[in-house]
């Protein structure tokens, strides 16, 4: 069973500061890791893949992997309250079936 | 634009009802999946497919099938629904292959059975 953790949270975070947000993965054999984002009723949106070791950033966000230690993680600088979310970390099967396994989420608060 | 679209957004159905739950997507995708969603337990798998007329059972399959008769659309049916089904159901597409295999999803569709 693969398996993706995140912690559930909620993480609060002030306006302007920045947010950390961390998943663990069980699958050694994974080489695609994607960030989504969900808002309250809403269905999950794409923000962020990343499928080599270290930075990758985009805008505000910035993705981090390091494979040898199974983590990903997705930073957002200068948070806004319109940042304020559930934070999907998913990562598809390795071995050609490429289902994506998705973490429970971290709920993100930013206050003003 | 890539678009995954379900059927419909809510839905009231009666126990016992056969529902169907239609997606379709206009991206060429080979793998379309099926998914609810609930408060504290995330999204789980119930079916997905990786080609026309082909299917594998998810995480939690029991009391749905689904159908795929045609590359663009993915159907998901309840055979007889029950009030443990009241969810959120997402459909999402994505490409086979090492990379680029990001899912893509529909809006959602909140089935309430009373």
């Known amino acids: 069973q693969k398996e993706v953790e995140q912690n559930s949270g909620p993480l609060s975070v002030p306006e302007g500061a920045i947010a950390s947000l961390n998943c663990t993965y069980s699958?050694?054999?994974?080489?695609?890791f994607f960030w989504y984002r969900q808002y309250s009723g809403k269905s999950p949106e794409l923000i962020m893949s990343?499928?080599?070791?270290g930075d990758k950033e985009d805008g505000r966000f910035t993705a981090q992997l390091n494979k040898a230690s199974q983590y990903v993680s997705l930073l957002i600088r200068d948070s806004q309250p319109s940042d304020s979310a559930t934070y999907l970390c998913?990562?598809?099967?390795?071995?050609?079936?490429?289902?994506?396994?998705f973490g429970r989420g971290t709920s993100l608060i930013v206050h003003p | 634009d890539v678009k995954v679209t379900q059927s419909s957004r809510y839905l009231v159905k009666r126990t016992g009802e056969k529902v169907f739950l239609e997606c379709v997507q206009d991206?060429?995708?080979?793998?379309m999946f099926w998914y609810r969603q609930d408060p504290g337990l995330g999204l789980r798998l119930i079916y997905f497919?990786?080609?026309?007329?082909?299917?594998e059972k998810g995480d939690i399959p029991e009391g749905y099938s689904v159908s795929r008769e045609k590359k663009e659309r993915f159907s998901l049916i309840l055979e007889s629904a029950s009030t443990n089904q009241t969810s959120m159901y997402l459909c999402?597409?994505?490409?086979?292959?090492?990379?680029?295999?990001?899912?893509?999803f529909g809006q959602g569709t909140r089935l309430t059975v009373v």
């Open positions: 999402a597409s994505s490409q086979s292959g090492a990379r680029n295999t990001e899912a893509f």
């Open positions: 699958d050694r054999g994974s080489q695609s």
């Open positions: 990343i499928y080599s070791n």
């Open positions: 998913a990562v598809p099967a390795s071995g050609g079936s490429y289902i994506p396994t």
């Open positions: 991206m060429d995708h080979e793998n």
């Open positions: 497919s990786y080609d026309v007329k082909m299917k």
